[in-house]
């Protein structure tokens, strides 16, 4: 049982370089959401999406772009990356809302932009 | 502005002790309390979550209280065990969104 699969794991960016951060899962679950994690700091929610083509900013979504053309898949796009978006992102999905639903995270993923 | 705060960066227990973390939050339109465990390298896992109509809940070795009056929830483990050690995350929701704002993290280490 897969979960939530993120990739790349580890990726290192020059500055100016695009990416995208890719994530699926097959729970079947309605909402997924992006998240970063800056060391020493908690989580902050860069987009989420309560369900295929459905998109909504979170708390930091300036540098990036999200779409979900299908329930399995959310990739995460990074343009003209900078080096304040180093950092370890992580995707999560949840069946429903987030009350009284468990959300699942993936394990990460490891960017340096240099 | 953090809305979530977890003030204590680490707490280290003996095994078969009791471990006390702390949360605290500012925004009375938080609804819905949860916490989640992280490993090094792994992403976070579920612990346990609370309902602001509630003021405790229980699973097992861990239990949830909630000070709604207070702003403040603590997660109780007992007795610790050295697999505990792992970084504890308090997170919460404001009503009728979908969102969860976290704390920054506790680093609990359990030692024999």
């Known amino acids: 049982n897969a979960g939530v699969t993120q990739t790349p794991k580890f990726r290192i960016l020059k500055i100016g370089q695009s990416m995208t951060l890719q994530c699926t899962q097959d729970?079947?679950?309605?909402?997924m959401y992006w998240y970063r994690q800056d060391p020493g700091m908690g989580l902050k929610l860069i987009y989420y999406s309560v369900g295929a083509g459905i998109t909504d900013k979170g708390e930091v979504p300036n540098g990036y772009n999200v779409s979900r053309s299908t329930t399995e898949d959310f990739p995460l796009r990074l343009e003209l990356a900078a080096p304040s978006q180093t950092s370890v992102y992580f995707c999560?999905?949840?069946?429903?809302?987030?009350?009284?639903?468990?959300?699942?995270f993936g394990e990460g993923s490891w960017l340096t932009v240099v | 502005d953090q809305q979530v705060k977890q003030n204590s960066p680490s707490l280290s227990v003996q095994e078969g002790r009791i471990s006390i973390l702390n949360c605290d939050y500012t925004n009375s339109m938080f609804d819905y309390f949860l916490w989640y465990k992280k490993y090094p390298a792994e992403g976070p896992t579920f612990l346990i979550s609370i309902s602001s109509i509630k003021d405790k809940n229980e699973d097992g070795r861990f239990t949830v209280f909630l000070n709604k009056s207070a702003k403040h929830l603590s997660l109780h483990i007992v007795p610790s065990q050295p697999g505990d050690s792992a970084v504890y995350f308090c997170?919460?929701?404001?009503?009728?969104?979908?969102?969860?704002?976290f704390g920054t993290g506790t680093r609990l280490q359990v030692f024999p």
């Open positions: 999560a999905s949840s069946k429903q809302g987030i009350g009284g639903n468990t959300i699942y």
């Open positions: 997170a919460a929701r404001a009503i009728n969104t979908d969102k969860l704002i």
């Open positions: 729970m079947n679950h309605n909402y």
